[in-house]
């Protein structure tokens, strides 16, 4: 079994018409940036390996995850983590709420796990805040400890700091990458910033 | 789930194609049930020999036609003025409450200001007219129809402003009308000239519902309409409720020579369109630039307030009536108020009021499953609606209702079917379906589908996302979408009248029976009761969003 994540001559297709094309093996713990202009369809590489591609789009070639190809499955067993710009916590549960939504079904103490996530990320005592009060460094820790504890086996960001002004992206940023490398996930940066591609340490793939 | 939008197309065609089938057969003279089995023309030849046809056929023409032309025009009149304006918030607001009062409702509420002996008749006597008793015109149910077309105007320009409201950012008016105001266009000549034309393609399913509506009304037109001839919708019911069964077959030929009067009155339309269009096009190229539009501007509010104003005029004249003392003419108010009238009536209504709220509340149900069940499995499928579905959607309401429903009551009545409540919740469905998929359509496919992305990477499926996020989080827009269902259900006279075959006695079916009987006091009670059921309805569907997610900031813009 290989572990890590294989793209292998992954080819998105818009109708007939090709859109982008790649070929990549991230080993767990290391990072493939992906970079290039908008529109040039980086998020739809994403997409492809949430497998949630819009309709009209199709894609070829093989996505393989620690030795499981994905193809064909349902984007909920793929156990892929993905974190937007827009941190997309969901605004009608708390933020213990959200944590617990991303916690797998069978965890033990559910209420301890969450208390020792948010001590993790430095917001102890969070758990029964409005997600929509927090400030933005908060919003992106909690989706990204959201999807940690969701235990996922790599990590896809969608220009996950580009939000945030320039302190807080360092901050993230080292947040997030310490985090992958501890836990050994292959990780998909998707960015435009030069910046968050040297602070990722790894190969890099310039599109269009 | 898949088999959801199957259910609503039949539900939406079924009826509507059974109850045509039941309408035609006997109009030609078959309908063994009264011992009538060879086909003959004898109906049609009836309904000729009646002496009203001729009259009242213009009749419901012409107050359709004039309805909807004037709603149109007052509609694109308020918005090329107006729309995107602060003034204009102050008319987005006030659309909520004037949808929400019953077409009955509203009727009552005008003819009360404006009959000799209404509102502004007292307000202007004796000081300006002499009057000291109400003078001896026929200004309610005038010959013309003339106080039936303004009540009808009054209640659609709220209802076409939403529609266009709804469509108007697809037209993206703001960056046209700076450009043509940059060029030195007046306001409402850029907002004519540019945008109406790419806004009316996208109205045109809820103008033509407007015009078959108009054009077959018969509560409104009971109300406010002429009766000696009434238009023909209403003859058509008078002869379904005559004791004498021969007369229905007669009233089945009436309904088939409605729905001819509806499809030429469509096809009329839609060939004055593309004229209209065609003129239009010459006139946005012509460059003038009628840059002084000021007065034209002020005309435009003062027809809004109007048309606003008689509907909150109308309905604060029901209120005050039902607890009406004496109140002699020229009196512009009573002389005392009394809860008399309310205590006398409040326990006759009960039994209205329960099954108003029974029916409404069933048939609002089961449209919102069917709806979100639809919706539902247009997201997971991905399958989309074009352009035939929406003609779907519409067709419930470009028949005339008294047609097809008419013909429903006929095959009940040749297979002996027993015609109660379910029966009535049942019809009810099919006009409520529509409202609460238009109205929930646009928020269910906005949802951001990036939160199921995150919730599927989070392990979440199909189930999980639908329950735990799409459905809490569209809390307000579903309870919107049913508070509009409710509404319709509340308004409907015609379904449950006939139908119910007079069995099942609503609020709505109460009130405009009252309407012959003139007693002011108790149809402001019954017309009062209605609104207030459907405003209730409304205030729920406002403040259970704010009650639930009253700790979540982030849910508040969204209702």
């Known amino acids: 079994m290989t572990a890590g994540l294989i793209l292998d001559t992954l080819t998105i297709h818009l109708g007939n018409r090709p859109l982008v094309s790649l070929s990549a093996r991230i080993a767990p713990g290391a990072v493939l940036t992906v970079m290039g202009p908008s529109g040039i369809g980086k998020s739809t590489i994403l997409a492809a390996i949430t497998g949630t591609l819009a309709p009209g789009f199709r894609c070829r070639g093989r996505i393989v995850l620690n030795g499981r190809d994905l193809a064909g499955l349902p984007p909920q067993d793929r156990h892929v983590g993905i974190l937007f710009q827009d941190h997309l916590l969901f605004p009608h549960l708390s933020v213990g709420g959200n944590l617990s939504f991303g916690l797998p079904p069978g965890t033990p103490d559910r209420k301890a796990a969450i208390a020792q996530a948010l001590a993790e990320i430095g917001m102890d005592g969070f758990a029964g805040r409005d997600p929509a009060t927090l400030s933005g460094g908060q919003k992106a820790r909690v989706a990204l400890m959201r999807m940690l504890l969701s235990e996922p086996q790599a990590l896809l960001l969608d220009e996950p700091f580009s939000g945030l002004d320039a302190d807080l992206r360092g901050q993230m940023r080292d947040m997030v990458f310490e985090r992958a490398r501890a836990r050994n996930l292959p990780v998909v940066l998707v960015t435009h910033d030069a910046e968050d591609a040297r602070a990722a340490g790894g190969e890099v793939m310039s599109l269009g | ?559």
């Open chain 2, 1 to 559: 789930m898949r088999i959801a939008p199957v259910l609503t197309v039949l539900l939406l065609t079924l009826p509507v194609l059974a109850g045509l089938a039941g309408m035609v057969v006997p109009a030609f003279g078959y309908f063994p049930a009264i011992g009538a089995e060879h086909t003959s023309l004898a109906a049609f030849r009836a309904l000729l020999d009646w002496p009203g046809f001729g009259p009242a056929l213009r009749l419901s023409a012409t107050t359709g036609i004039a309805a909807t032309l004037l709603s149109l025009m007052v509609t694109v009149l308020i918005l090329s003025a107006w729309s995107g304006t602060r003034a204009f918030h102050w008319i987005e607001r006030a659309l909520s409450p004037l949808l929400s009062v019953p077409h009955a409702a509203a009727a009552f509420g005008i003819a009360f200001l404006i009959a000799p002996s209404g509102w502004i008749a007292r307000a202007l006597s004796p000081w300006l007219t002499g009057w000291d008793r109400p003078p001896d015109l026929l200004i309610v149910q005038d010959p013309w129809g003339i106080a039936m077309v303004l009540g009808l105007v009054a209640k659609e320009v709220p209802f076409l402003l939403l529609m266009a409201l709804a469509a108007l950012p697809q037209c993206q008016p703001n960056r046209s009308l700076t450009l043509a105001q940059a060029m030195g266009y007046g306001r409402m000549a850029a907002w004519l000239k540019l945008i109406l034309p790419r806004l009316y393609p996208l109205i045109r399913l809820p103008v033509y519902a407007v015009l078959a509506y108009s054009m077959s009304v018969v509560d409104v037109a009971l109300i406010l309409g002429p009766n000696t001839p009434p238009p023909l919708a209403v003859q058509v019911v008078r002869w379904m409720g005559a004791p004498d069964l021969t007369l229905r077959l007669t009233a089945s030929a009436g309904a088939v020579v409605q729905v001819g009067l509806v499809m030429a009155g469509l096809g009329l339309w839609r060939l004055a369109e593309g004229l209209v269009l065609g003129w239009c096009a010459r006139w946005a190229a012509d460059g003038r630039r009628l840059a002084q539009d000021r007065l034209a501007r002020l005309a435009a509010l003062a027809l809004a307030g109007l048309s606003a104003g008689a509907i909150f005029a109308g309905i604060a004249g029901l209120a005050l009536w039902s607890v009406a003392g004496p109140w002699r003419f020229p009196n512009a108010l009573p002389d005392l108020l009394t809860p008399g009238h309310w205590q006398r009536h409040g326990a006759g209504l009960i039994e209205p009021l329960t099954e108003t709220v029974l029916i409404a509340a069933a048939a609002t149900a089961i449209a919102l499953v069917l709806v979100v069940f639809c919706l539902e499995a247009e997201q997971r499928f991905n399958l989309s609606k074009g352009r035939g579905a929406m003609w779907l959607l519409y067709l419930p309401l470009l028949i005339p209702q008294v047609a097809f429903l008419h013909g429903l009551q006929m095959l009940a009545l040749g297979i002996g079917a027993d015609m109660g409540r379910s029966a009535v919740i049942a019809a009810h469905l099919v006009f409520v379906l529509p409202y609460v998929m238009l109205s929930l359509d646009d928020p269910y496919n906005g949802w951001d589908r990036r939160q199921a992305t995150v919730a599927a990477a989070l392990g979440a499926g199909p189930s999980r996302v639908f329950w735990r996020l799409r459905l809490p989080m569209l809390l307000a827009p579903i309870l919107t979408a049913a508070a509009v269902g409710f509404a319709v259900s509340v308004g409907q006279y015609l379904p449950t009248l006939l139908i119910g075959a007079g069995r099942v006695q609503t609020l709505t079916t109460e009130a405009v029976a009252l309407s012959a009987g003139g007693d002011r006091r108790v149809i402001g009670i019954y017309a009062l009761a209605q609104t207030g059921v459907v405003i209730l309805g409304f205030a729920a569907a406002i403040g259970l969003p704010r009650l639930v997610w009253a700790n979540r900031r982030g849910l508040r813009g969204a209702a």
